[in-house]
């Protein structure tokens, strides 16, 4: 079955600093990869997401590049803010539309201090 | 606005007792999904429903139950099966390959 494994946190940086969060996943065919983020005591957003093998996606100052030969999906920002601190999550959908689900890696926290 | 509407955000439910969270959306999306999220284990599916009148059991479905009688709305019942129900429960619609999440309700059993 499909599965998608996240390191390790919880993640600590202070304000400026480089980010770096990696994704691997195992999957049939050819997913689209997705990264969500949560913010204490809400729901998922989308932050940003891939459809085909080497396609980028980006979305404030985030970016994450869809390698299939690595099976993986790291994301990663230049300069982290404090607002930034939150549960991200790395997750794929084996299909499209109506015939998709989501599978999700398990969360990483991030807190970035001042 | 179009979105999901998850209610109530908090419940509180006494042990043998069954409970019925709300889920409704108004973006006209055929398929609709609860997720459970604990601390440390990611989001896992509960069930899913792709069209009106089917569903189909996710990864952990034992001690739920769902209905889908209306494209808008996905109600999710924790029955008195589920052992351990404490957690954050998370609604969510699809189309394409766009995912909407409802906002969550968080059930604590007392």
């Known amino acids: 079955g499909n599965s998608v494994t996240q390191m390790e946190g919880p993640v600590t940086l202070s304000e400026e600093a480089f980010l770096t969060i990696n994704c691997t996943y195992t999957?049939?065919?050819?997913?689209?990869l997705f990264w969500y983020v949560q913010y204490p005591g809400e729901g998922l957003q989308l932050l940003l997401k891939?459809?085909?093998?080497?396609d980028k996606g980006s979305n404030k100052g985030f970016e994450a590049t869809y390698r299939k030969e690595t099976t993986s999906f790291h994301l990663e920002k230049g300069s982290v803010q404090v607002s930034d601190s939150a549960v991200y999550f790395c997750?794929?959908?084996?299909?499209?539309?109506?015939?998709?689900?989501?599978?999700f890696g398990k969360g990483i926290t991030l807190s970035v201090r001042p | 606005d179009g979105g999901i509407t998850q209610s109530p955000k908090y419940l509180f439910r006494k042990e043998g007792q069954n409970v019925t969270l709300s889920c409704e959306q108004n973006?006209?999306?055929?398929?609709m999904y609860w997720y459970r999220q604990d601390p440390g284990q990611g989001l896992r599916l509960i069930y899913y429903?792709?069209?009106?009148?089917?569903?189909q059991k996710g990864d952990i479905a034992e001690g739920y139950s769902v209905s889908r009688e209306k494209k808008e709305s996905f109600p999710l019942t924790v029955t008195s099966a589920q052992k351990n129900p404490t957690a954050f429960y998370l609604c969510?619609?699809?189309?394409?390959?766009?995912?909407?999440f409802g906002s969550g309700t968080r059930l604590t059993v007392v």
């Open positions: 969510a619609s699809s189309f394409s390959y766009g995912y909407t």
């Open positions: 999957a049939t065919g050819y997913p689209s």
């Open positions: 891939a459809t085909k093998a080497d």
């Open positions: 973006l006209n999306h055929d398929a």
């Open positions: 997750a794929l959908s084996d299909g499209t539309g109506a015939n998709s689900k989501l599978t």
């Open positions: 429903s792709q069209i009106v009148n089917d569903f």
